[in-house]
């Protein structure tokens, strides 16, 4: 399984933009880009994932090097509630095998101030 | 609203004491899975299952079992809980490949004293 390089924390101010990088020089071509985030007490969210190309939703924004070996999550404005662990995971396109698994890191756990 | 449902939230058992923590879903997904969170370990995945009758083991299933008779459910069991097995664990629910998202339970804290 390929596997993917975050840094364990950061700090961020209220309202202000954060980049959260993740490395995976060992991505597939086959391979989709996700990220989750797990909130203190609860069960991972999905924020975001991607392929190839960058993408958006309310959540985030997913910017996807060229090479596709690492990856930027942006969250625009970041709030208090945004304090939480910060999972980058590849996931293959494919439907056989179990290909439904989830290889957790360590994560980065994002600190934000007011 | 699609969701994955575990009960308990919260268990406190003894030693040897069968349990089962259910977990359902209702988005008709394909895939489900389990896993245990611990301190210093991250996220560690159980058992998995393909489809209906199709299970198979994760990364660390010794001491559990799973069944899954319906697509929507996928009960974990304990059949003789040890302190070990103390943790939180997550159900998680999704299609088969790797352009959708998964979706998790809320979460079960299971204490074996």
């Known amino acids: 399984d390929a596997k993917t390089t975050q840094p364990n924390s950061m700090e961020s101010n209220e309202e202000e933009p954060v980049h959260l990088p993740c490395n995976h020089s060992t991505i597939s071509g086959t391979d989709y880009i996700h990220w989750y985030r797990q909130l203190p007490s609860q069960g991972p969210e999905y924020v975001i994932h991607g392929l190839t190309s960058n993408v958006n939703n309310r959540m985030a924004s997913l910017a996807i090097a060229e090479d596709r070996k690492s990856s930027t999550l942006i969250l625009h404005r970041a709030t208090l509630r945004d304090a939480a662990v910060y999972y980058c995971?590849?996931?293959?396109?494919?439907?056989?095998?179990?290909?439904?698994?989830?290889?957790f890191g360590q994560g980065t756990t994002l600190q934000v101030k007011p | 609203e699609a969701q994955v449902t575990q009960n308990p939230r919260y268990l406190i058992t003894v030693t040897g004491k069968k349990l089962t923590v259910t977990c359902s879903q209702n988005?008709?997904?394909?895939?489900m899975s389990w896993y245990r969170q611990d301190p210093g370990l991250g996220l560690r995945q159980i058992y998995y299952s393909m489809n209906v009758e199709v299970t198979d083991k994760g990364d660390v299933p010794e001491g559990y079992k799973v069944s899954r008779k319906e697509k929507r459910n996928f009960p974990l069991i304990l059949e003789s809980p040890s302190p070990n097995q103390t943790s939180l664990y997550f159900c998680a629910s999704s299609s088969r490949t790797g352009g959708t998202e998964a979706f998790f339970g809320q979460g079960t804290r299971l204490t074996v004293v």
């Open positions: 988005m008709n997904h394909e895939y």
């Open positions: 995971i590849l996931r293959s396109i494919h439907g056989s095998g179990n290909t439904g698994k989830l290889i």
